[in-house]
């Protein structure tokens, strides 16, 4: 893949790490590529970031064919920058598209254009503990038409934000709602993919727990709503009575590259890991039977997010008195330890960009 370079005329002052917070500001570039039927990708380019021209029939403004991603670029201490699993990124932006008709784009020029965007924007990679650059790549449709249809042509994008916690709460306990009502996904449907409608139909979710106290939404299974999926922005584990549950990957729960990683730790560590179907009743009974000991939800953006309080109707549970428990802490610390190029990566997860 060719990529053009467009120079920016001026570059913008880069925000206090202090003070990132997640997804609030935007590098000097960002990389664009577009696709055609009969053409394909074409035109790659990196060029200064900015405003997009849509036609107001563009498809994505109305029928919001659309996928993303979400990875990030870690700052070492010996001043190199390094991704984490980027290749699972490819991968499963390759399944979302797939379901939603839209182009694929090969693995290797995923990568090449997240590297080469990097490397322009190494100066904006962060350096204080746990700061990153987030990247995000989406695909939309671009053809104006009406007619619900699959569409001809679409605009593959990269962006970089400076990010510091993804909540405000950082590793203090979020506090979650099970929601009974309002469904995100059921099976043969999107939820398995990263695609901008999902996160839409989640927002009234959301709206609710904080209307009622709560920082996020855990969703409960489209057709029964008896089973504990995911939340709004993350997976999400329990330890109970020493075992780990999850939701399986049956085609509702978003497959992270997280959770993936955290399975993979826990297993190392002698964990047994349960991804199976667990019904939100007897997640509150184990916790007042004293069994739930740890809950945590897990996603690149977020990391780790400890849970200190789930609420299901009207019943509330508080989890390890609200408090991060020892294996969430451990969990974490491992994980950005490898993140950060802290300790070695013996599973090979992490890549130099430079
Ligand atoms: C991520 O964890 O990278 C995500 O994409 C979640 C997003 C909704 C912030």
Redesign the pocket.
């Known amino acids: 893949m060719d990529i053009r370079f467009e120079k920016a005329a001026t570059l913008k002052e880069k925000p206090d790490q202090n003070n990132l917070g997640f997804g609030k500001y935007f590098t000097d570039y960002m990389f664009e590529m577009d696709w055609d039927k009969g053409q394909g990708w074409h035109d790659a380019r990196i060029t200064p970031y900015g405003p997009i021209p849509i036609e107001p029939g563009c498809v994505i403004l109305h029928y919001a064919q659309e996928t993303f991603e979400?990875l990030k670029a870690y700052r070492r201490d010996d001043g190199k920058i390094q991704l984490f699993r980027p290749e699972m990124n490819a991968k499963r932006m390759q399944n979302s598209n797939d379901r939603l008709c839209m182009p694929k784009v090969e693995v290797e020029d995923f990568i090449t254009a997240i590297k080469e965007l990097v490397k322009v924007e190494k100066d904006w990679v962060p350096s204080l503990p746990n700061t990153s650059l987030y990247i995000r790549p989406f695909m939309f449709a671009t053809e104006e038409a009406l007619g619900v249809h699959q569409a001809i042509s679409y605009k593959f994008l990269i962006i970089t934000s400076p990010v510091g916690a993804?909540y405000a709460e950082g590793l203090n306990p979020v506090k979650i709602m099970i929601e009974d009502e309002l469904v995100r996904a059921v099976k043969g449907g999107t939820g398995f993919t990263?695609c901008g409608g999902n996160?839409a139909g989640s927002i009234a979710g959301q709206v609710k727990a904080e209307a009622q106290g709560y920082d996020q939404v855990l969703w409960l299974d489209g057709e029964t709503r008896t089973y504990v999926e995911e939340v709004g922005?993350?997976n999400i584990m329990f330890k109970i009575d020493g075992e780990i549950y999850t939701a399986p990957i049956e085609g509702t729960v978003l497959p992270g590259v997280t959770r993936d990683s955290m399975i993979h730790l826990l297993r190392d560590w002698g964990y047994k890991v349960n991804e199976t179907h667990l019904k939100a009743t007897d997640l509150m009974q184990a916790g007042h039977d004293g069994k739930l000991e740890e809950v945590f939800g897990t996603?690149?953006?977020?990391v780790i997010s400890p849970v200190g309080q789930l609420k299901f109707k009207d019943d509330v549970v508080v989890v390890n008195n609200g408090e991060i428990g020892e294996l969430t802490q451990k969990l974490y610390d491992t994980l950005t330890d490898i993140q950060w190029g802290r300790i070695p990566d013996k599973y090979g997860w992490t890549e130099v960009v430079c």
């Open positions: 979400g993804y990263k996160y922005s993350m996603g690149t953006a977020a």
